[in-house]
């Protein structure tokens, strides 16, 4: 079945610091990969996507390229802000679970300070 | 548009209870999604339902189940609650048809504590 590993946390960063969060996947065929975010006391919000190898997800000037020969995802922001800090999921939809069904790493809390 | 909506937002009960938790989907979003978020994990799927059926089942027990209405919200049951079904769950709204193409939304969740 589908499953996503991503590194664990906490993250602890200074603000302005360059941010990696990695992700590799496990799915059949081609499934198609997304980074949540999610702040103190709220839900998920899609924070970017990619539906094709090679496909570059980007939002917020947050980045993730969809890696087949790796099964990789990772998330990656040149310069964070205190107003990042929150907890985000690698996840993934299609293969061998359906399109519908979305499967989420364990998500890796990110604390910027100032 | 209010976006997916749930309630209640939190909701204490006791082992052996039963709890429904409800969701209103996006507006002119037709499929409704349930998701168990345990503390410092990531959400785990527990059903699908669209055209009022459930099209597609997480690995949980039949103590869970749900309902969609006419109008596309949904109810999620949970009986003889246990200790361990304390979480946060999270409704998500999406378009059937094109899941490809359209973002499934998210709500606030419902914050359940069994006791």
């Known amino acids: 079945g589908n499953s996503v590993t991503q590194m664990e946390g906490p993250v602890t960063l200074s603000e302005e610091a360059f941010l990696t969060i990695n992700c590799t996947y496990t799915a059949t065929g081609y499934p198609s990969l997304f980074w949540y975010v999610q702040y103190p006391g709220e839900g998920l919000q899609l924070l970017l996507k990619a539906t094709k190898a090679d496909d570059k997800g980007s939002n917020k000037g947050f980045e993730a390229t969809y890696r087949k020969e790796t099964t990789s995802f990772h998330l990656e922001k040149g310069s964070v802000q205190v107003s990042d800090s929150a907890v985000y999921f690698c996840?993934?939809?299609?293969?061998?679970?359906?399109?519908?069904?979305?499967?989420f790493g364990t998500g890796t809390k990110l604390q910027v300070i100032p | 548009d209010a976006g997916v909506t749930q309630s209640p937002t939190h909701l204490i009960k006791t082992r052996g209870q039963q709890v429904t938790l409800r969701c209103s989907p996006k507006?002119?979003?037709?499929?409704v999604s349930w998701y168990q978020q345990a503390l410092g994990q990531g959400p785990q799927f527990i059903f699908q339902?669209?055209?009022?059926?459930?099209?597609q089942r997480g690995n949980f027990p039949d103590r869970f189940s749900g309902h969609q209405f006419p109008n596309y919200s949904s109810e999620l049951n949970v009986n003889a609650l246990l200790l361990g079904d304390s979480a946060l769950y999270l409704c998500a709204s999406s378009f059937f048809v094109d899941p490809l193409n359209t973002e499934a939304f998210f709500g606030q969740g419902t914050r359940l504590t069994v006791v």
């Open positions: 996840a993934l939809s299609g293969g061998s679970g359906g399109y519908q069904k979305v499967t």
């Open positions: 339902y669209y055209e009022e059926e459930e099209r």
């Open positions: 507006s002119g979003h037709d499929t």
